[in-house]
C-alpha cells in the first residue's frame, strides 16, 4: 500500500492520486513520450518554450503543460486552459479529473473536479463540477469559478449558479432539494423555500435587470398543484405566486413575459407584473403573435 504524503491514508501501490484528497502520489515512471501536438521543445534556462500548431508559448518550469498533465485544452479568451489528469486509484474505471492553467502554465484550479467548462459566460463565470471521494457516479454537485477565481461549489448545495454578475447565486440545498440565493460566502440570503429557482433571461441571453436588480423565476411544486411568480435577486417578491408557470425569457418587442394561469390559458405580463395580455389563449403561439 501506498500512504499520502498529504492526509496519510492508504492507497493501492499503483495509485497515482490519492483516492481521499486527490493529491499527487509520488511515483517511479518511466519517461513519457513527446506528445504529438509538440513539434518541438528547447530548454532555455529555466524556461521551455513550446512550438505547437500556429504559435509557441513560454512556460516557466522545466517542463511543459502537455509533459504535465494526460489532457490540454485550447486556452480561451480569458486566458486559461482546462487541463486533466487520469487517475484509476480505487475507482471502477479509468477516471479523468480536471484543473485549469494560465498561458504561464501556473495551475489556477488544481485537476480534483470532475468537469470545467473550457468557456466563461457573458459574466465571466466558468461552470465546474465535483465528485465526493470516492467517487460516487450518482452525486454530482455543480458550481461556478468566478472571474476573480473565488470557487463556489460544496457538498451542502447540489446546485450553484451565478446570477449575472451580482455576486449572488442560485443554490440548491443539498437533502431537502430546495431552492434558494446564497452570497459568495454561501450564506442565506433567501432561504431554500422555494421548489425552483430560474434566471429570466433576453434573447441575447444576459439576465434581467430591473430597478437595479436581476429578477428570477421561482415557484412551488405541490400534489395538489404548482404556483409561480417572480423575485428579485434578494428574495423580494416582485410577482406574487399567483401563476401556474412563468416563462423564464423576455418576448415580443417591448420585451414582455409569458406566463400561464391555474386554469392553464396563456398571457402576457411586464418585467413588473402589469397584465400586458390577459391569460385567456389557449395556444402559446397567439401570445407570441400578439407580442410582435
Same mark, same amino acid.
Given at each position: 500500500?501506498?500512504?499520502?504524503?498529504?492526509?496519510?491514508?492508504?492507497?493501492?501501490?499503483?495509485?497515482?492520486?490519492?483516492?481521499?484528497?486527490?493529491?499527487?502520489?509520488?511515483?517511479?515512471?518511466?519517461?513519457?513520450?513527446?506528445?504529438?501536438?509538440?513539434?518541438?521543445?528547447?530548454?532555455?534556462?529555466?524556461?521551455?518554450?513550446?512550438?505547437?500548431?500556429?504559435?509557441?508559448?513560454?512556460? !516557466?518550469?522545466?517542463? /511543459? =503543460?502537455?509533459?504535465?498533465?494526460?489532457?490540454?485544452? %485550447?486556452? @480561451?479568451? $480569458?486566458?486559461?486552459?482546462?487541463?486533466?489528469?487520469?487517475?484509476?486509484?480505487?475507482?471502477?474505471?479509468?477516471?479523468?479529473?480536471?484543473?485549469?492553467?494560465?498561458?504561464?502554465?501556473?495551475?489556477?484550479?488544481?485537476?480534483?473536479?470532475?468537469?470545467i467548462d473550457d468557456s466563461v459566460d457573458y459574466y465571466g463565470y466558468r461552470r465546474i463540477s465535483k465528485l465526493p471521494y470516492p467517487f460516487d457516479y450518482t452525486e454530482e454537485y455543480l458550481g461556478v469559478v468566478s472571474p476573480d477565481g473565488n470557487v463556489m461549489i460544496s457538498d451542502d448545495?447540489?446546485?450553484?449558479?451565478?446570477?449575472?454578475?451580482?455576486?449572488?447565486?442560485?443554490?440548491?440545498?443539498?437533502?431537502?432539494?430546495?431552492?434558494?440565493?446564497?452570497?459568495?460566502?454561501?450564506?442565506?440570503?433567501?432561504?431554500?423555500?422555494? !421548489?425552483?429557482?430560474? /434566471? =429570466?433571461?433576453?434573447?441575447?441571453?444576459?439576465?434581467? %435587470?430591473? @430597478?437595479? $436588480?436581476?429578477?428570477?423565476?421561482?415557484?412551488?411544486?405541490?400534489?395538489?398543484?404548482?404556483?409561480?411568480?417572480?423575485?428579485?435577486?434578494?428574495?423580494?417578491?416582485?410577482?406574487?405566486?399567483?401563476?401556474?408557470?412563468?416563462?423564464?425569457?423576455?418576448?415580443?418587442?417591448?420585451?414582455?413575459?409569458?406566463?400561464?394561469?391555474?386554469?392553464?390559458?396563456?398571457?402576457?405580463?411586464?418585467?413588473?407584473?402589469?397584465?400586458?395580455?390577459?391569460?385567456?389563449?389557449?395556444?402559446?403561439?397567439?401570445?407570441?403573435?400578439?407580442?410582435?
Amino acid at each position: 500500500m501506498k500512504k499520502c504524503p498529504r492526509c496519510g491514508k492508504e492507497n493501492v501501490d499503483d495509485a497515482r492520486f490519492c483516492t481521499w484528497c486527490r493529491e499527487e502520489l509520488p511515483v517511479k515512471k518511466i519517461k513519457k513520450q513527446e506528445k504529438s501536438v509538440i513539434i518541438a521543445s528547447v530548454v532555455i534556462g529555466l524556461a521551455v518554450v513550446v512550438i505547437a500548431g500556429a504559435g509557441y508559448k513560454i512556460l !516557466s518550469g522545466t517542463c /511543459s =503543460i502537455y509533459e504535465r498533465y494526460d489532457e490540454v485544452g %485550447e486556452f @480561451d479568451s $480569458s486566458g486559461y486552459a482546462v487541463v486533466g489528469k487520469e487517475t484509476d486509484a480505487d475507482a471502477s474505471e479509468n477516471y479523468m479529473v480536471y484543473g485549469l492553467v494560465n498561458e504561464d502554465g501556473k495551475e489556477i484550479l488544481p485537476c480534483e473536479y470532475a468537469s470545467i467548462d473550457d468557456s466563461v459566460d457573458y459574466y465571466g463565470y466558468r461552470r465546474i463540477s465535483k465528485l465526493p471521494y470516492p467517487f460516487d457516479y450518482t452525486e454530482e454537485y455543480l458550481g461556478v469559478v468566478s472571474p476573480d477565481g473565488n470557487v463556489m461549489i460544496s457538498d451542502d448545495y447540489g446546485v450553484i449558479s451565478n446570477i449575472g454578475d451580482s455576486g449572488y447565486y442560485i443554490a440548491k440545498e443539498t437533502g431537502t432539494n430546495m431552492w434558494g440565493i446564497i452570497n459568495d460566502n454561501f450564506e442565506w440570503i433567501q432561504e431554500p423555500n422555494y !421548489s425552483w429557482i430560474s /434566471s =429570466i433571461k433576453d434573447d441575447n441571453g444576459f439576465e434581467v %435587470e430591473v @430597478d437595479g $436588480s436581476y429578477i428570477l423565476a421561482a415557484g412551488y411544486d405541490f400534489q395538489e398543484g404548482h404556483t409561480a411568480g417572480i423575485i428579485n435577486m434578494y428574495g423580494e417578491i416582485v410577482v406574487p405566486m399567483e401563476y401556474y408557470d412563468i416563462m423564464p425569457w423576455l418576448s415580443g418587442e417591448n420585451e414582455n413575459i409569458i406566463v400561464i394561469d391555474q386554469d392553464g390559458y396563456y398571457g402576457a405580463i411586464d418585467l413588473k407584473g402589469n397584465v400586458v395580455i390577459p391569460c385567456e389563449y389557449v395556444d402559446i403561439e397567439d401570445v407570441y403573435g400578439l407580442l410582435k
